[in-house]
């Protein structure tokens, strides 16, 4: 494990009592976390720049080695911790692109794992550490998810589509999960491939608007437009990403 990655979450956790009860004096000061009472409000769907943040794992499973992999792949840094490992842990220790950020601690949960966590994933069956990792969390201000179990989480993770920078993300806010599978999965037969580098030209396309006027937003909006009519999407959708770069070209020739 690097120095640059993790020197700094060892030596704020290296002081921490190690009991469970942290910061509570005993099992009955424990507050439990609050339940999760019907709202009036929608959730707030929001994407997070994870990138160098800490994050906890806690299990060992594959489900846990599936989420640590995303965080992972999120820029991340993660803390994984259970008591033993039936998921492939060793393969995301052996990636030469997220290695470096993985640590595995071999022992249960304890509440002090959270110290300078910018949020935690609870990937276990067992009903005591995930309510534990749910009363701690909610102590010390960390986003918490514990999977399947939507009384205990502050957050939910949305079905997801990426197509390079482009992601899709569809939530059901905790009701049926599955819904949300299934769209995401019907959204990505139609959603193909080609959105990807159709992303990427578009992006330049707009650093150059940006270039061109950086002083007249107004105008910057009305060329992207123009770049991206209902037509061009079209393109896209049909697969005929080859047409789509032509229009591209076409329109860069008319922004001098």
Request: aromatic share 6%.
């Amino acid at each position: 494990m690097s120095e640059s990655a993790w020197g700094e979450g060892i030596a704020a956790t290296a002081t921490l009592d190690a009991d469970e009860s942290w910061p509570y004096e005993s099992e009955d000061t424990r507050p439990s976390p609050p339940a999760a009472l019907p709202s009036p409000y929608p959730l707030y769907p929001v994407a997070l720049k994870l990138d160098g943040r800490l994050a906890v794992v806690v299990g060992g499973g594959e489900i846990a080695h599936r989420k640590a992999a995303e965080l992972l792949k999120a820029g991340a840094r993660v803390w994984a911790i259970a008591p033993e490992w039936p998921g492939d842990f060793e393969r995301l220790e052996a990636d030469p692109e997220t290695g470096g950020r993985l640590l595995r601690v071999t022992r249960r949960f304890t509440a002090g794992d959270l110290v300078g966590a910018f949020l935690v994933v609870a990937a276990t069956d067992d009903v005591a550490t995930q309510r534990a990792v749910a009363r701690a969390a909610e102590a010390q201000g960390v986003l918490c998810n514990v999977v399947d179990v939507n009384d205990l989480c502050s957050f939910y993770v949305p079905a997801t589509l990426r197509r390079g920078s482009l992601a899709i993300a569809v939530q059901t806010d905790g009701k049926f999960p599955l819904l949300a599978v299934a769209l995401r999965d019907r959204l990505a037969r139609l959603i193909g491939p080609d959105f990807a580098p159709a992303l990427d030209r578009l992006a330049e396309a707009r650093a150059e608007v940006r270039s061109l006027h950086p002083d007249d937003a107004g105008r910057r909006v009305g060329e992207l437009k123009a770049l991206l009519p209902e037509e061009a999407l079209d393109l896209l959708l049909a697969e005929r990403f080859e047409e789509f770069e032509t229009r591209v070209a076409s329109w860069r020739k008319g922004l001098a």
